[in-house]
């Protein structure tokens, strides 16, 4: 084999071949093949990557370390077409060992041509990159289940913020008619603004007419008696109703600032619902961004994944 390989380079090298070869051997994994596939020499860094013996290797069919979905694709007959016709193939392979373990390799197959130009043998180099392979996999898995762990949360804070944008919503519509019920209110204290002054109007009057009630009874000496009785009762009552109608007018006053207070309190309390709603309609957005970009990322951890299974088929 070795003879075999060193017809291969020039004599004229200032290295020496056969230890260039020794050197090849002790560091890379190294495998023969006939032209059916068949193996006919492997030294012992590939048959120790592979679980065997270098000594047990030699009669076996390369399709014996393929995986049993590689060796019936048809990819695998355009692979062995292309070496038996002298195209030298290089890339990561994926192999099964002895033991049934799924490996990962970096590979170059080298079609091997005789004096008459013609293949006769594929030679393998290889180098064990199956450490790497599986940290890139396990870099890739958490790459998904993080992309779609960020995009359920991003989705769950969508949810969340519309359902506080719909209560928030649900508040600023209790606001509004809590601002036409304060607004009717003010309305009818108004009124009744307007009732107590026409109270006190007609007590005024009452009250000057009990006083000229009065004036006419003294003119009238013993015969206007009774009548300045009843000027006097009148009197009376005027005063009791301008007592009365200060004493409302006081509570319709205080009234007057408390719904003002409340009016004042509830608007502001308005414009500060509608600026929240404002807020959370941002942060919607925000979750919305965010779940593009999760989405983005989850499609391009699934191309990566399937990227690598593409390469489990080689």
Known sequence: MRDEMIGLYPTSQVLDQREVLTAMEQSLAMIEFDTRGHVLWANDNFARS????????????????????????????????GLRSGKAFQDKILRVTKEGRAIWLEATYMPIRNAEGQVYA????????????????????????MSEELLDRAN?????????ESAIGKVVERANQNMEVLGLLDHQTS?????????????SQTKLLSLNAAIEAAHAGDYGRGFNVVAAEVKKLAGQVEEATKEV??????????????VKGTKYSQIFVTESQQRIQQAADEFLNIGEA????????KELRLMLQLHNSL
């Open 191 to 203: 009124l009744i603004r307007g009732i107590v002054r026409t109270i006190r109007d007609i007590a």
């Open 249 to 262: 007018n006081g509570y319709v006053e205080g009234i007057v600032a408390q719904v003002q207070a409340v």
């Open 156 to 164: 769950k804070g969508v949810v969340r913020s519309h359902e506080i």
């Open 122 to 145: 594929i030679l393998k180099v290889a180098t064990d990159i199956n450490a790497r392979e599986q940290a890139t996999s396990k870099i890739t898995d958490e790459l998904s289940d």
């Open 294 to 301: 999760a989405r983005q990322l989850d499609t391009q951890a």
């Open 50 to 81: 592979m679980g065997y013996r270098s000594d047990e290797m030699p009669g076996m069919l390369h399709r014996q370390f393929c995986t049993q979905e590689f060796a019936d694709h048809s990819d695998y007959r355009k692979l062995w077409e």
